[in-house]
């Protein structure tokens, strides 16, 4: 699916770029050679974010349960 017509970014760039560093907007624009055109996209790159951020907080969770000595 195209997250961002006007730049033919698809789902599978954008988590590509997040799994490969990218931690903002603008980042992962720059990880797919590109730079926002109309801005629709942006909301939706920014919940791919949110999910992969969680999702990294989710798989921390244990590790750091273990760190702590329990």
Known sequence: MYVCICNAISERHVRTAIAEGATTAGKVYRACGSQPQ?????????????E???????????????????
Do not use: N, V, W, Y
Request: charged share 15%.
């Open 52 to 70: 992969a951020k969680a999702a990294t907080a989710t798989l921390m969770q244990p590790a750091m349960a273990m760190a702590g000595g329990d």
């Open 38 to 50: 109309c801005g629709r996209c942006k909301q939706s790159i920014c919940e791919m974010l949110g």
